[in-house]
């Protein structure tokens, strides 16, 4: 048990963290002027599908991505995704048109639907049972720095530079992600050589039944980020903040204090317990942020979005790896990570489709998204039953 947890807090698992922190920044980095962005290019009906065709190929990629972790290793598919992230960043400045850039997002989003599934399996190789919702944490925390200096740093780089800098600067942090990775260990005992053979996928190696009820839960509590994501570069204008970025911000950062201790109190107390509350919270965040007329409410209202977030992403992922057949965690992440994606894709569609550029609807949108958020807690309630 000593050398397990000695592996589990080593130099690798150290690696991971810094290559999660730097893969989330890059594609986070870009986010808040996207549908600025968009908007130049004579798109401005098409915000929605700013992170909707992002998930969509996400989720798409799952199974495959699932797969390949599975055979070929969990590092080679998280490299797939952090190249993906670097050549992205290069080609959003040469996209002259609408239709180039819906095309480049929809491309831009294999690299979600790799890098976090490589990475969650890699977790569960390294981590002891009881120490699954910690460790998960810990990974997690990396990933929302990342999130919390992405959006940041992005609009700061767009202000005093420009947007084209912005994306390169995007790609330069996905480019040192994939440099961390070589620099570490397979955990994955007998890696098969890569073939266009596994590429086919049957329909078993979709869905991994063993995790349909947490995959529920991801389904209709993602459904407020993607809103989030979609919406809140908007209503910050609206509300007087120059920087878009500053949401991201202050969610993440409440996101960064909760997770640690939310996974060590889902290994303690039971990942059911621990979700039940933090699906009580994000509907109550989404509640408040339809109801924000300034912007330190807005600021203090993604304050208990990231709360929410924070409990909620670590112990899933946790409660996921539980219910999994250790030969099967790259599908089990992966139908997961589908359900993750869906949740966000349909609310990032939803939303944008409902905000129509119509300041009127922000609070009709935020209140939908709280429903979604509720109908994730009653789920919880009376039809999964405690640990």
Known sequence: MAEKLKRVYGVQFGLLCLSSFLFFASFNMIIPELPDYLS????????????????LTAGLSRPFSGKLADKIGRIPVMIVGGAVCVVAGFMYPLTGTVAAFLFLRFMHGFSTGFTP?????YVADVVPVGRRGEAM??????????????????GAIANQFSVDTMFYASSLAAFLSVGVLVRMHETLDTPHRFRIGLLKISRSEIFEPRVLAPSV???????????????????SE???????????TSFTLASLAIRFLAGRASDKYGRINVLRISTSLLTVAMVFIGVVSSPTELLLAGVLFG?????????IYAWTIDLSHEARRGRAMATMYIALEAGIGIGAFCSGWLYNNDAS???LVFWLS???????FLYLILFVKKE
């Open 40 to 55: 130049s290019l004579g798109g401005a009906e098409y915000k929605g599908l700013v992170i909707s065709l992002f998930t």
């Open 117 to 121: 599934t490589g990475t969650a399996a």
């Open 137 to 154: 944490g810990l990974i997690g925390l990396s990933g929302s720095l990342g999130m919390a200096a992405g959006p940041a740093a992005g």
């Open 217 to 235: 839960v991801m389904l209709f509590s993602t459904f407020a980020y993607g809103t989030i994501l979609t919406i809140i570069p908007d209503f």
């Open 238 to 248: 609206q509300l007087g903040i120059q920087n878009k970025g500053l949401f991201f």
């Open 307 to 315: 709360v929410a977030q924070g409990m909620n992403s670590p112990t």
């Open 361 to 363: 609807n922000f609070t």
């Open 370 to 376: 709280a429903a979604f958020s509720l109908v994730s």
